[in-house]
């Protein structure tokens, strides 16, 4: 069988490599090497390289070389697949996935899946009834005419502004009642770039689970079958779970009989509505209002999996998760 090339596209690990042209990894980030030697067992390689050296027309990639065990210069002219792992920059991330798709090249998740993940006004609009209440600027409002609405309308002291197309709780605020005054700050960018939303009280937990603090629930999927959950918890007294801003992960496996049904059945009403039936992996992140017990839809995401962090070792539950992509790309590469 005729290995098959797979272009990781990307634009937050690579940064540093972009000005000193030193390899991306080297022996950090332990979950992108187990990607790679797993997907070499399905005759896939993985190639890397950040979304602008692609865009500028430059062939230079690394790849995992598992007999040295580190990474290499390499080059790659045009690839089977593209796998998306682009965040933040819309409009460029965006262009370049429209050009590669004229091209004929797959790109994983599909775009249209993507939007939907990345956006989140997109991702409100589209399940406002499970959604929590979700504000943006309209028309000529300001962040701070948003905010002031959002005040209005719900009772609550405590306010996230969020970057709209933001991921892994990355250049959240945290603007507590009397503290007004930060949202100038954020003005360096247009305000239509970002989100707002009440804080929900959730320390009560989940107790079916042991779950007694605040917490948000993630559920990921492949084609629409839950295959892997965890609950994110922040760190005492705080107000952000992801993990790479010091959140801790409790993981549950298969069998999924100890989750909630309310979690699952929420999942599968999203999942129900998502309309694209392409091979997508999928994740959704839950939180349980403290004062009603309802399960409220955060948010989405399609680039789950992977840890930033230079430090983390790799789980056997983080293991789990990555084989999902493995699993993916090899059905649409090797058996469609």
Known sequence: M??????MLTNRVLDAYRKDNNAPYQNELPEFQFFSTQLLNKNLELFITHYKTYSEGKELAWKYNPQEKKWVK???DEPDLVLDRISGDIQGW???ISEMQ???IRVFND????YLCTDKV?????FKEYSIPTY?????ETLIDAYERLRQENDCDIVFIKPRYGNKGKDIRVVKKGEKEKIKEINEFNDLDYILQPFIESSDGIPELGIRTRHDIRIITLNNNIEASYVRMPKANGFLSNYDLGGDLTYFGKPFEQLPTKYIELANKILKNMEYKQTKIISLDFITENDSGLVKLVELNNNTGFSDSKTRQIAPEDKQVISLYVKALDEILNKN
Do not use: N
């Not at 775009?111 to 993507?114: D, R, V």
């Not at 997109?122 to 589209?126: A, C, F, G, L, V």
């Open 2 to 7: 005729k290995t098959k090339k797979i272009l």
């Open 74 to 76: 390499t080059i790659i």
């Open 94 to 96: 965006r262009k370049l």
């Open 102 to 104: 004229r091209k004929g």
């Open 111 to 114: 775009p249209h899946i993507a």
């Open 122 to 126: 997109m991702t409100y609009e589209k």
């Open 136 to 140: 943006y600027p309209h028309d000529k």
